[in-house]
DNA sequence: TATGGGTTGTTCGAATTTGAACTACCGGCT
DNA sequence: AGCCGGTAGTTCAAATTCGAACAACCCATA
């Protein structure tokens, strides 16, 4: 549980260095730096707010927030969902992918200085499937005992609501 | 990289649901709980406004805000400092101790269903080492080069202010 | 002992975040 | 066609965070 102090301050405290970083260099929040990361690595950079949302793992309401203000910065668009009368689509703008190309790097350089380079391949792969697994298991909306003893093992499955044939690639993947 | 990706989201995930525990069960903050797991492994029970703030990684005005919180509530008390005529100390009070001590199991064991539990010994072992080193490195205050080509080393050192003579243990340790 | 740079904790305003309430729309069934 | 439980996004109020500005105090030095 030492482990579990030493995680608590160290996150707070790349956190802190992310964000003042992040907000130096190009005006952005962690938060919306995270949002254009996912736009940029979803097929047509677009993506339904709900799905967006979850996948940024903050409220709805936040994601709105944000969306807002970052449209109004130019960095993203609103569009109306073609399949979905009450759906609205998030699209990442060029001068959104730009900008985040152009921030990218920094950001990069600090999350590896303070983090990845203290791993040695082991670690990193350790914490990788950490994560990983950690994540997965609370992804699950509910009925999780956290006590640990239910066993719980759900897949999702994801459908194509943008109306896109799978442009993009990897995007300006997260880092 | 895909390391980080997982870091974050399963930050992010954890944390909510450790929110959502707290809160539930005690209607406490994660911070103001951090705050308190703080005071009650402090000698004497009580900190320094500064150093806890710097503690627990939250600025000293959301300190302020939330001792204040805190303090409405009966779990804190701020005291005037014997040393520093412009101190305060921020005081664990009975209330709050035991407060602490009817949350942690619930808290403790979100924590372990979801991260500790999830490791094997040697993973949990090599995620202390990494967590501790990174946040050593994080926590000088100034000068790092997250390119990192500078190669700093810095120690400090902490000198009793609070006036008392080594009380307390472990406390309800950070868990 | 007066001076000046540095520290301490609080206050203030601005930015974010969240959950609840709400409106509009989707889809299966009758 | 009409109904109904459920979903999508937004709006709203309340809580929290941070940084800058402040007033009070510490202390080494002239």
Chains 1, 2 share one sequence.
Request: aromatic fraction near 4%.
């Amino acid at each position: 549980m030492s482990a579990w102090m030493a995680y608590l301050t160290a996150s707070h405290l790349l956190e802190r260095r992310i964000e003042e970083q992040l907000k130096a260099d190009s005006g952005l929040t962690h938060a919306q730096y995270e949002i254009l990361a996912k736009l940029s690595a979803a097929p047509g950079r677009r993506m339904r707010m709900t799905e967006l949302a979850r996948s940024a793992v903050v409220s709805k309401s936040g994601l709105t927030y944000q969306i807002g203000r970052l449209e109004k910065r130019g960095l993203v668009a609103r569009v109306a969902c073609p399949s979905d009368e009450r759906g609205v689509l998030a699209v990442l703008t060029d001068r959104g992918m730009s900008c985040l190309e152009k921030t990218a790097p920094g950001h990069v350089a600090v999350v590896r200085a303070f983090l990845i380079d203290q791993l040695t391949p082991e670690e990193l792969a350790g914490m990788t499937r950490i994560m990983s697994k950690a994540a997965a298991v609370m992804a699950s909306p509910y009925g999780d005992d956290p006590t640990g003893m239910t066993g719980t093992r759900g897949t999702r499955g994801t459908t194509n609501t943008t109306g896109m044939t799978s442009t993009a690639g990897t995007g300006v993947a997260g880092v």
